[in-house]
C-alpha cells in the first residue's frame, strides 16, 4: 500500500528556515568582520638591559636576558624577578621553551632553570664539555676529545638520574641528535680536502646506515613514520629507505616542523610542503627577511625593520619595529623584539 502523504511546509519549518538563515547570515558576517578587523602590534613592555644583549628569549611567564654577566629573569610588567650571575665568557646559555639551561663550562656544571628563574636543578659534568643539545625533553652532551694528530667527538645522553649514557664517537663535526621510533639519528659536517659535505647516520641497533649530502649543511630532521624529513642550507629532502627526492630551496632563510609538514622560508615566499614534500601552501613575503614564527595559530615573517602577519586566507598584517632588530622570539602569544640594549614585548590587538 503506498503512502500518499504529501509534505505540507507549516509555520514550524517556517520557523526553523528562519533561524537557520539567521545564523548563517550572523556567522557570515562575524566572518566579514574579522577579517576586515585592522590588528595593530600593542607595546606590553619594553625592558632595558644593563649592558649589551647576547641572547634572550620569551617564556609563558617571563623575558630572559643573556648579557654574558648574569642571566635575568623580567616579569611582563618590567620587574627584574630573578638575577643569576655566571663566568662569563666560560658560559652558554640555551633556551628550551619555558626553560632555560645555562652550561658553565669552567666548573662543568649545567643549571636548569623554569620561566620564573628558578633554579630547578643542576647535573655535574666531566671532562671538557663543548656544547650541548636539547631535544624532545632529552638533554645531550658533546665533547672535544683532542689527541695527537686528530680531535675527536663524542655524544652522551644525560639519563634521569643524572647520569651519561654514550652514543655516538666520531672525528667530524656534530652538528644534531634525535631519537625516535627506537632508532638515534645523528648528523655531522665533515670538511676535508677544501671542501664540506654533511652525513646523515641512523643508528638501530647495531647497524649504522649513512647517507651523504655534499656541499651541504644540514640544519635539522623530522624523522616520521615511513620517511624522514632533512632540512638543509639549500634543499628539503624525503628520505625513504634508500630513496630520496627533493625540492631546492633559493636563497634560503629558516624553517620549522608543524607535525609532519615543513614550512619554509626562501625567495621571498612561505610554503608550507606536507610529509610528501608536495607543496600545500604558498605565500608572498613583501618584506626584507630573516625568519618565520607561529603566533597564535598564525605565520608571522620578520625582517631587521618589518613584520608581517599571515592571519587566514588572503589577510595580512604588516608592522614595523622601533629601529633595527638583533632577534625576535615568540611564546605562542607574546612577541618578543631584541635591540643591543633593550628588549620589547609585544601583543596583537584590535585597532579602536
Known amino acids: 500500500m503506498k503512502n500518499n502523504k504529501k509534505f505540507r511546509f507549516t509555520k514550524k519549518h517556517a520557523i526553523l528556515l528562519a533561524i537557520i538563515i539567521f545564523l548563517l547570515l550572523l556567522?557570515?558576517?562575524?566572518?566579514?568582520?574579522?577579517?576586515?578587523?585592522?590588528?595593530i602590534l600593542n607595546d606590553v613592555v619594553d625592558i632595558t638591559a644593563d649592558s649589551e644583549i647576547l641572547s634572550s628569549n620569551i617564556t609563558k611567564d617571563s623575558v630572559v636576558i643573556w648579557d654574558n654577566n648574569s642571566l635575568k629573569f623580567y616579569d611582563f610588567k618590567g620587574e627584574n624577578i630573578a638575577d643569576n650571575v655566571a663566568n662569563g665568557y666560560y658560559t652558554e646559555v640555551y633556551y628550551n621553551n619555558d626553560e632555560t639551561i645555562l652550561l658553565d663550562k669552567?666548573?662543568?656544571?649545567l643549571?636548569?632553570?623554569?620561566?620564573?628563574?628558578k633554579l630547578v636543578s643542576k647535573v655535574?659534568?666531566?671532562?671538557?664539555?663543548?656544547?650541548?643539545?636539547?631535544?624532545?625533553?632529552?638533554?645531550?652532551?658533546?665533547?672535544?676529545?683532542?689527541?695527537?694528530n686528530e680531535t675527536n667527538e663524542s655524544l652522551t645522553k644525560i639519563s634521569k638520574d643524572g647520569k651519561e649514557v654514550p652514543i655516538y664517537r666520531t672525528n667530524s663535526n656534530i652538528i644534531d641528535v634525535r631519537e625516535t621510533n627506537g632508532n638515534i639519528y645523528v648528523t655531522e659536517l665533515i670538511i676535508e680536502n677544501y671542501s664540506y659535505k654533511s652525513t646523515l647516520n641512523i643508528i638501530k641497533g647495531s647497524e649504522n646506515e649513512k647517507f651523504d649530502f655534499g656541499s651541504e649543511t644540514i640544519i635539522a630532521i623530522n624523522p616520521l613514520k615511513k620517511n624522514t624529513i632533512i632540512v638543509t642550507n639549500k634543499n628539503i629532502y624525503s628520505l625513504a629507505g634508500y630513496e630520496r627526492t627533493k625540492v631546492a630551496l633559493k636563497n634560503f632563510k629558516d624553517?620549522?616542523?608543524?607535525?609532519?609538514?615543513?614550512?619554509?622560508?626562501?625567495?621571498?615566499?612561505l610554503d608550507?610542503?606536507?610529509?610528501?614534500?608536495?607543496?600545500?601552501?604558498?605565500?608572498?613575503?613583501?618584506?626584507?627577511?630573516?625568519?618565520?614564527?607561529?603566533?597564535?595559530?598564525?605565520?608571522?615573517?620578520?625582517?631587521p625593520t618589518d613584520l608581517i602577519g599571515f592571519l587566514g586566507e588572503d589577510r595580512q598584517f604588516t608592522s614595523s619595529f622601533n629601529?633595527?632588530?638583533?632577534?625576535?622570539?615568540?611564546?605562542?602569544?607574546?612577541?618578543?623584539?631584541?635591540?643591543?640594549?633593550?628588549?620589547?614585548?609585544?601583543?596583537?590587538?584590535?585597532?579602536?
Do not use: H, P, W
Open 27 to 39: 556567522i557570515n558576517k562575524l566572518v566579514l568582520d574579522r577579517n576586515s578587523e585592522k590588528l
Open 106 to 109: 669552567q666548573l662543568n656544571i
Open 111 to 117: 643549571y636548569f632553570y623554569n620561566s620564573l628563574g
Open 124 to 148: 655535574e659534568l666531566s671532562g671538557e664539555v663543548f656544547s650541548i643539545f636539547v631535544r624532545d625533553g632529552n638533554y645531550y652532551v658533546v665533547r672535544k676529545d683532542r689527541l695527537e
Open 255 to 269: 624553517f620549522y616542523f608543524d607535525g609532519d609538514e615543513t614550512v619554509v622560508l626562501y625567495s621571498n615566499k
Open 272 to 303: 608550507r610542503f606536507n610529509k610528501n614534500l608536495q607543496l600545500v601552501e604558498s605565500k608572498d613575503v613583501n618584506i626584507t627577511n630573516t625568519g618565520v614564527l607561529r603566533v597564535k595559530n598564525s605565520d608571522f615573517v620578520y625582517g
Open 323 to 352: 629601529g633595527v632588530v638583533n632577534n625576535v622570539e615568540t611564546n605562542g602569544k607574546e612577541i618578543l623584539s631584541e635591540y643591543r640594549f633593550n628588549a620589547k614585548v609585544m601583543d596583537l590587538k584590535k585597532e579602536e
